[in-house]
């Protein structure tokens, strides 16, 4: 394919892009190219992702508008359509070719769409000759496939047309640096493109229409020093804080042309509070250091009774935000004093509090512990040995108690039974004679 204009375009449907390849839902399919002048190739360009939706089908989202023709004046409604995925996440929207997305919103499941509403002075990437400026939007979405977020591919380009009359040239903001603590100052420079003799700048955070700072130009640049507490209007709740932040332009203060954006630039600023300490005393010494949640993938750096360098470094993982130091014990009886400091994009904390940590009162601690416990098992299981030996004596009295009763009971009811006449069996005997115990009764009475 010839270029014409410094760039090929191919145009392939699903069925050339699929052919021969077995593609399931949520896999990538990957694009390069490069070029030749008819001596030497070029390197190949950067990969292009492709989203698999569907099985042998390639779907991308659909960004739309209401008219394609605005004033600058007026802001716009963009909307991404994207219903034909199952869980989604985000959209992000772009201008003109640009590889990062000037907006991200949040998806909406009930509408299932996401709308945007643009300033069309941020559309305009340059100022033309004519009264028409054409800029293109398009954007992609992150869904969740097999829980994994993938982006999708972007969107067919929507023609957006910006009546442009009267512009200025767009200037180009500077910030050193741009990271830097709530108590710090940083530099914001707006560079005109030209010289306007009482030309002032105007400088916005966050896409707010309203500019937070108003500065005099001296010859073509505007210089704004600021601090993270002045930027973020005191309301410093986080340990990290971004803002995106540009500048425009007017030629005076009675103006009413204003320049095009310049480009946006992210600030962050750190308040960085002092990091957590404590300790677990097992065969070995752990400390653990905890930074704010926000602050993942800190170096910290452990001090022992207050030394200029610190004792050990440890990094913590990029998902996490706290570390644990492993201090072989020595059975020493000297109080050692732990403290901890963590650094965060070249800044580092506050002193963590001093902790103390003695190894002889640890391990007597640990030894009264170990002998209380012995102690506590010992009496719980002699509690339980004469609290069996009672239930036992108990069972047995009550046991011996109910035949006692039965006995008794047996007895009262055998004297209560009428007296049998005497029988040969119960009569007594004396030498070979036979007595009846009643003819003996009635002799005894005669003597």
């Known amino acids: 394919m010839q ?135 398009s954007c992609d979405i992150d869904v969740i496939v097999n829980e994994k977020k993938i982006t999708s591919p972007r969107s067919e380009m929507e023609k957006v047309e910006i009546e442009s009359t009267g512009y200025l040239g767009m200037p180009q903001l500077n910030v050193t640096p741009a990271v830097f603590q709530s108590d710090e100052t940083t530099e914001m420079t707006c560079n005109m493109p030209s010289f306007h003799d009482q030309a002032q700048c105007n400088y916005y955070k966050n896409n707010e229409s309203k500019p937070f700072r108003t500065v005099a130009a001296k010859a073509n640049r505007c210089l704004l020093s600021v601090s993270g507490k002045e930027l973020l209007e005191d309301k410093v709740d986080t340990a990290k804080s971004e803002l995106e932040i540009c500048c425009d332009y007017m030629e005076s203060k009675s103006s009413t042309t204003v320049s095009l954006f310049s480009n946006s630039v992210t600030v962050v600023v750190l308040m ?57 014990r020595n059975g020493s009886r000297a109080s050692l004093v732990y403290s901890c400091v963590y650094e965060y994009q070249g800044y580092r904390s506050a002193i963590s509090d001093h902790k103390v940590f003695n190894e002889y009162e640890d391990y007597q601690e640990e030894f009264i512990s170990s002998v209380t416990l012995e102690f506590l098992i010992r009496v719980i299981i002699v509690g339980i040995y004469f609290f069996l030996m009672g239930l036992l004596l108990a069972c047995s009295h009550h046991k011996s108690s109910k035949n006692r009763w039965r006995q008794q009971r047996e007895w009262q009811q055998l004297q209560r039974l009428p007296q049998s006449k005497p029988t040969k069996k119960s009569s007594l005997r004396a030498g070979d004679k036979e007595l009846d115990p009643v003819a003996l009764k009635e002799s005894e009475l005669d003597l």
């Open 272 to 328: 960085l509070p002092k990091p957590k300490i404590s300790f677990q005393s097992k065969t070995k010494l752990f400390i653990h250091c905890d930074a704010p949640p926000s602050l993942r993938g800190t170096v910290f750096y452990l001090y022992q009774n207050g030394t200029e360098k610190p004792t050990a470094t440890v990094s913590a993982l990029e998902t996490d935000h706290s570390v644990i130091f492993e201090i072989p």
């Open 3 to 137: 270029p014409s204009t410094g760039q090929c375009m191919l145009v392939l449907n699903k069925e050339q892009i699929l052919k021969g390849i077995k593609a399931e839902r949520g896999d990538y399919l990957i694009f390069t190219c490069d070029y030749t002048n008819g001596f030497h190739r070029s390197p190949r360009s950067k990969g292009v992702k492709l989203l698999v939706s569907e099985i042998g089908q390639i779907k991308k989202p659909q960004i739309s508008m209401r008219q394609s023709i605005f004033k600058t004046e007026n802001d716009v409604l963009v909307q991404c359509l994207g219903t034909h995925f199952d869980r989604i996440e985000q959209c992000k929207f772009y201008n003109n070719w640009k590889s990062e997305p000037f907006i991200t919103q949040p998806y909406d499941d009930k509408q299932k769409l996401c709308i945007i509403k643009v300033n069309l002075r941020r559309l305009e990437s340059r100022q033309s000759s004519e009264n028409i400026c054409v800029t293109w939007l």
